[in-house]
């Protein structure tokens, strides 16, 4: 038997001292808690924020609670455990927020004072201010903040405002039926309201499922997709109204009818379009985010930004086009406690180039190159439904 030190004996006391008059402490998941019965649910650590204007959400971030089963043991819920019943926006009338966790609730004291605004501004515009006509507003990116007339400024969610253009109400992601021109944008907010500038402009609209179907065509616009060997698939639609590659079934191509579907690195997609002159063009592409991850305390698992320079190589008639690190498709997140499938359609448009369009038939070539992996291993790149090319007088 081997003897303790004097050393070692004196940390064992000190341990077993710091132990007692202390309640066990579980680490079991909840799932195998779930026929225990909690006898107080309290709060451990208040969220870092319990003081809001009328019209925010309830942000539970910092949040900790302790759950003291029948037994005496402990538990402290994850985030995902606790149901939060108040997810609507705030009220005057609201000094509480109610978390339960199991077969008990503890109430959270907020405050929440009246919003009254001095003035509103655009600290950011949307990631894209041009847009084709037939395509869609995207009012993503952009960041409006308010002067509060208390002296605190508040960034003003999308949520909370309005937008019109020449007295006619517009809405993100509405299509766009005006004629070519520049457009001032309306924003208003709690009974303030700022602007910004846009430009809409005549092009084309090429939906990324359009694909060609044999080795002639007669559109105006078509696609075709290839592998990183130049070998182009020829495609057809299968009993199921979908669209396959023949040479290769593994890669899903393409979704049906309304866009592109699960693109995989080292597709290259080419957009071919006929232009009657010469003349300057922006390209952008509506597209949504296919970066599942973990959410960040609240949220079990979100669409995450991914940075359009890491999904794929663009070139414009052979030509790379250079796109920033700033450009950004943004994902969005999912507050319940399963995976809003709406979120692989979360479209956003992104303007990523200029490219100088030649006289007759053009080609812009999206080489995918995309390095993310999501929460589970798996690499990701993006939903594709169509890209624009903007002309620019």
Not at 74 to 88: D, F, S
Not at 295 to 307: A, H, I, L, V
Request: proline share 3%.
């Amino acid at each position: 038997m081997t003897k303790l030190g004097k050393t070692s004996v004196l940390l064992l006391s000190l341990l077993l001292c710091s132990c007692q008059n202390q309640d066990p402490v579980l680490s079991t998941p909840s799932s195998v808690l779930v026929d225990k019965k909690v006898n107080l649910l309290e709060i451990a650590t208040l969220p870092f924020k319990t003081s809001y204007y009328e019209g925010e959400h309830f942000n539970r971030a910092g949040l900790k609670l302790k759950a003291t089963f029948e037994d005496g043991t402990t538990y402290t819920p994850l985030n995902t455990e606790i149901t939060i019943a108040n997810q609507e926006s705030l009220n005057l009338d609201t000094t509480y927020v109610r978390a339960s966790y199991l077969n008990s609730y503890v109430d959270i004291p907020i405050s929440v004072k009246p919003l009254e605004l001095e003035s509103l501004s655009v600290l950011s515009l949307p990631y894209t201010t041009t847009y084709a006509i037939g395509g869609n507003f995207a009012f993503t990116g952009l960041v409006i903040q308010g002067k509060v007339k208390d002296g605190d400024e508040k960034e003003i969610s999308l949520d909370e405002v309005s937008f019109s253009i020449e007295g006619n109400a517009v809405h993100d992601q509405d299509v766009i039926l005006l004629e070519a021109g520049s457009y001032k944008v309306m924003v208003q907010a709690y009974n303030q309201q700022t602007s910004f500038d846009i430009a809409i402009v005549n092009g084309y609209k090429i939906e990324a499922e359009n694909i060609l179907f044999s080795s002639t065509t007669d559109k105006k616009e078509y696609v075709r997709i290839k592998n990183e060997e130049n070998e182009a698939y020829i495609t057809q639609n299968n009993s199921n109204g979908r669209i396959r590659p023949i040479s290769d079934e593994t890669a899903l191509l393409a979704s049906g009818t309304s866009y592109l579907g699960d693109i995989q690195s080292g597709n290259i997609i080419d957009f071919y379009f006929y232009s009657a002159i010469e003349t300057q063009a922006d390209i952008a592409i509506r597209a949504s985010s296919g970066y599942l991850t973990y959410g960040d305390g609240w949220s079990p698992k979100m669409m995450s930004d991914e940075q359009v320079n890491r999904l794929f190589d663009a070139y414009a008639n052979g030509e790379k086009i250079t796109i920033d690190d700033d450009v950004i498709l943004p994902g969005k997140g999912d507050k319940d406690n399963e995976v809003d499938m709406s979120l692989w359609v979360n479209w956003q448009t992104v303007s990523f180039g200029l490219m100088s369009l030649q006289e007759g038939w053009n080609t812009i070539s999206l080489k995918i190159t995309s390095d993310y992996v999501n929460y589970l291993g798996y690499g990701c790149s993006f939903n594709l439904d169509y890209l624009s090319v903007n002309f620019v007088e």
